[in-house]
């Protein structure tokens, strides 16, 4: 009984935190964001876009050029006013203080299936397009968090309590700057955000074949949500790997049958090259927080070891460190203890792991975080778990406050020392550290609990 007290007064406490923060956090800039966007959506012309790379890449192969036809060409063709928006200079441009080395973008640089779902918009004008994209996020974004409220599992009597929780959640995502970037440019995040949480319903409901075949929809868009397939591989669920991968093979043979090999050649001969590993302060990946400590090419950090002969040998050695270190907890749960993980818990570890992993995770990409926190507030709830409920608070709470003051942060004329790199330039990745960490605990917990008790039977 005490337990319980105390855990319903932490998430008063939790819930206080967030409400003073959401109306007078650094002059109420959350609710303020709140309306920026909901503004945003309802304009016609968006102030940047990533979607204008499909959508102009459509257009050039309706009209026999290539889905990768230059973007400085597709600028002075289309919308010259997002030139000066994107950088597409032939060599990479002077280093802005504080964003760390820039890479310049030549041309589309999404994979050929993302060309394929929008070519129903081909015969669009942009501006009306990138207007119908906005609203179909809009109707994924609800569709989300009705599969994200409907596979609430809470216990009897506390059914309710999915209700103030999505709340809390919408006017997280509604004040962020991720969403606020996910609408103004158009990116993938909420079609994938809304694909994972789907797997997740139909692993959870029996249905793997269902939940391999949207991961592997979300790998033709994006390459790194691949990572989740290991969750079939740990869960024994060949079905799903099987749909998973064929889904993914599938989509390949049909997206080539339509817009021909040549392309998709290009692609992972010159535009994967093209797209250098880039370093800036808001890619929070856990290899980019490493490269700033070895990148000798950067111009607003000052490396660890400035040695380019060696840049790339102590990258690799860093990150493989630290790599098997955050993964060892589950493989050494899943392969030495044979113990069957709780499927939430993992799910949400290996999506957040996907994101930590990635070579790139730009602030944008974070949309996605909202499926691995939904999944262990739930787990919360149902342990009552204070320290998990503090743990969930302060990694999103960093999270959302870096977001609140990240283009300050950014464009200080500042040159970072190797301490400030892995101190407060880092806190963003250290949250999604924290946030992986919770789910891998969670997962070794009720892993090992049920193991108890069928050993008990």
Not at 24 to 32: A, E, L, P, Q, V
Not at 284 to 312: E, H, M, T
Not at 399 to 404: F, T, V
Request: hydrophobic share 50%; charged share 15%.
């Amino acid at each position: 009984m005490r337990k319980r007290w105390v855990y319903w007064l932490g998430v008063l406490a939790c819930g206080g935190i967030w409400i003073l923060a959401y109306l007078y956090f650094d002059g109420g800039k959350g609710r303020k964001r709140s309306a920026d966007l909901i503004a945003l959506v309802c304009e016609s012309k968006k102030p940047c876009c990533d979607f204008f790379q499909n959508w102009a890449a459509v257009v050039d192969w309706s009209q026999g050029r290539s889905l990768y036809t230059p973007l400085r060409e597709n600028f002075e063709r289309f919308e010259p006013r997002l030139g000066n928006v994107y950088t597409v200079a032939e060599k990479p441009p002077p280093t802005r203080p504080g964003l760390g080395s820039q890479t310049a973008i030549p041309m589309n640089a999404h994979p050929p299936f993302t060309s394929l779902l929008v070519l129903p918009l081909v015969g669009k004008p942009f501006s009306a397009a990138m207007e119908m994209w906005t609203w179909l996020n809009v109707v994924f974004l609800l569709a989300t968090a009705v599969l994200l409220v409907g596979g609430a599992d809470l216990p009897e009597g506390n059914e309710w309590l999915r209700w103030p929780l999505l709340a809390i959640f919408a006017a997280i995502g509604l004040s962020s700057l991720p969403m606020w970037q996910q609408f103004a440019e158009g990116n993938w995040n909420i079609v994938l955000l809304l694909l994972l949480t789907a797997s997740w319903r139909l692993n959870r409901s029996g249905r793997p074949i269902g939940g391999g075949i949207a991961i592997g929809l979300a790998a033709l868009i994006k390459l790194y949500p691949m990572f989740l397939a290991v969750y079939f591989l740990f869960r024994k669920q060949w079905k799903g790997l099987a749909a998973c991968c064929g889904t993914f093979a599938i989509g390949t043979v049909i997206t080539i049958a339509v817009f021909d090999w040549h392309d998709h050649v290009y692609y992972v001969m010159n535009v994967l090259p093209s797209l250098k590993f880039q370093v800036p302060l808001g890619n929070v990946s856990l290899l980019a927080v490493v490269g700033r400590l070895f990148d000798p090419d950067q111009q607003s950090v000052a490396p660890l070891v400035n040695s380019k002969a060696y840049y790339k040998i102590y990258l690799l050695l860093s990150f493989s460190v630290l790599a098997a270190v955050l993964v060892s907890p589950i493989l050494w749960a899943v392969v030495k203890r044979n113990l069957t993980c709780q499927p939430d818990a993992l799910f949400a570890a290996l999506a957040m792991g996907s994101l930590l992993f990635s070579p790139v995770t730009w602030f944008h990409n974070l949309v996605q975080v909202a499926l691995p926190c939904w999944l262990l507030a739930i787990e919360s709830l149902r342990r009552q778990s204070i320290g998990l409920l503090f743990i969930l608070t302060l990694s999103s709470f960093t999270l959302w406050i870096g977001n609140i003051r990240f283009k300050s942060f950014l464009y200080e004329n500042h040159i970072y020392v190797p301490y400030e790199i892995v101190t407060f330039a880092a806190a963003a990745t250290y949250a999604m550290i924290a946030i992986y960490l919770a789910a891998c605990n969670a997962t070794l917990r009720n892993a090992a609990a049920e193991k108890r008790l069928n050993n008990s039977l």
